[in-house]
C-alpha cells in the first residue's frame, strides 16, 4: 500500500520561501506520477503541480514561483515555493497517481499547513 508523508510547512511572511518534502513508500516509486495540491479554508482542493517522468506541469497561480521535483533514489517530491503570498496559504497535500489496465488510482498523504503572513 502506498504511503505518502509530507513535512516542510510552516508559517513565513509574503515574500520569503519554503520547500516542502514528500516521502512516498510501499511500492516503486519511480512508476508513479506525482503532484501537490492544497486546500485554502472553505475552498475546494486545487491543483498545484506535477511531475511525471521528467515532464512538468503548474497551475497558472503558481507558475514562475513553485519547482516541483523529485529524487527516485530517495522516493521524494519536492516542492519549492518562493516568492510567497498570502493567497498561498492552504494545506498542502501530496498525490501519487498510477494507471493500470485503463484505471487511475490515487494515493494522498496527510497534508501539510503553509500560511504566509502579510
Known amino acids: 500500500q502506498v504511503q505518502l508523508v509530507e513535512s516542510g510547512g510552516g508559517l513565513v511572511q509574503a515574500g520569503g520561501s519554503l520547500r516542502l518534502s514528500c516521502v512516498f513508500s510501499g511500492r516503486t516509486f519511480s512508476s508513479y506520477a506525482m503532484g501537490w495540491f492544497r486546500q485554502a479554508p472553505e475552498k475546494e482542493r486545487e491543483f498545484v503541480a506535477t511531475?511525471?517522468?521528467?515532464?512538468?506541469g503548474y497551475a497558472d497561480s503558481v507558475k514562475g514561483r513553485f519547482t516541483i521535483s523529485r529524487d527516485n533514489a530517495k522516493s521524494t517530491v519536492y516542492l519549492q515555493m518562493d516568492s510567497l503570498k498570502p493567497d498561498d496559504t492552504a494545506v498542502y497535500f501530496c498525490?501519487?497517481?498510477?494507471?493500470?489496465?485503463?484505471?487511475?488510482?490515487?494515493?494522498w498523504g496527510q497534508g501539510t499547513q503553509v500560511t504566509v503572513s502579510s
Open positions: 511531475e511525471n517522468r521528467g515532464t512538468t
Open positions: 498525490q501519487a497517481r498510477s494507471t493500470r489496465l485503463g484505471f487511475t488510482y490515487d494515493y
